[in-house]
């Protein structure tokens, strides 16, 4: 293939990468197609214009970089810029060549960062909490008085025992628990203790706190 064939192919396939990524980065990212075989009007394409620049414009500094080392490096990615009005940018550029090792095409995507800047500030304003903790414990979900069940069974088996077989002080141990989670608030939550220790529910009344009792 003759070399100014081969140099418009790549363009033409540069053209279709910079469409596609436009339409996946928008409207954070600018992508530009560059023909580096006529730097004093090298912008072929843009999609997603952040940069105000304009198809016939000359070359980037970079670019020119590009064409006079031929050694110059393919990609360079996530380096700091600035668009024109000063905005900050995290650019990445793309060079390639031809087979004959020419640098023919650029593509480079240029990030707004001050748009997710202004997103990051709004998310941490919105996830800030001026409490650290409420004055008691709070719990957001649905609570039912079969959890006062399931509370002593954890309890007890945190201890190689049954609800049944506890000592006395470790149903104390446990009403304090219990009393401490609010689960003692619920309806009938003294009735599951003692069907779930087996006892009478006058007798759950010995196991409560003195503040509870």
Do not use: W
Not at 19 to 33: D, F, I, N, R, S
Not at 142 to 148: A, C, F, I, L, T
Not at 179 to 189: D, F, I, Q, T
């Amino acid at each position: 293939m003759k070399p100014i064939e081969e140099n418009r192919l790549l363009l033409r396939e540069g053209r279709k990468i910079v469409e596609a990524l436009g339409k996946t980065l928008a409207p954070l990212v600018e992508v530009v197609l560059h023909d580096l075989t006529n730097p004093d009007h090298a912008v072929v394409a843009i999609a997603n214009n952040l940069s105000g620049r304009r198809v016939g414009d000359a070359v980037t500094e970079l670019g020119l970089a590009r064409l006079a080392d031929p050694d110059f490096p393919e990609v360079i990615e996530n380096y700091a810029n600035r668009f024109p009005d000063g905005r900050p940018a995290k650019s990445t550029s793309i060079g390639l060549k031809n087979s004959r090792g020419d640098y023919v095409v650029a593509i480079c995507l240029n990030m707004d960062v001050s748009m997710l800047n202004a997103v990051t500030t709004g998310l941490t304003q919105l996830m800030r909490v001026d409490v650290a903790a409420p004055p008691v414990p709070e719990s957001l979900a649905s609570r039912r008085v079969e959890d006062v069940r399931i509370a002593l069974e954890q309890f007890a088996a945190a201890r190689n025992t049954t609800p049944m077989a506890m000592t006395l002080d470790q149903r104390r141990e446990a009403m304090r628990e219990l009393a401490a989670s609010g689960l003692l608030n619920l309806r009938r939550a003294l009735t599951e203790v003692a069907q779930t220790l087996g006892v009478a529910r006058s007798t759950v009344y010995t196991y409560l706190p003195e503040d509870l009792a």
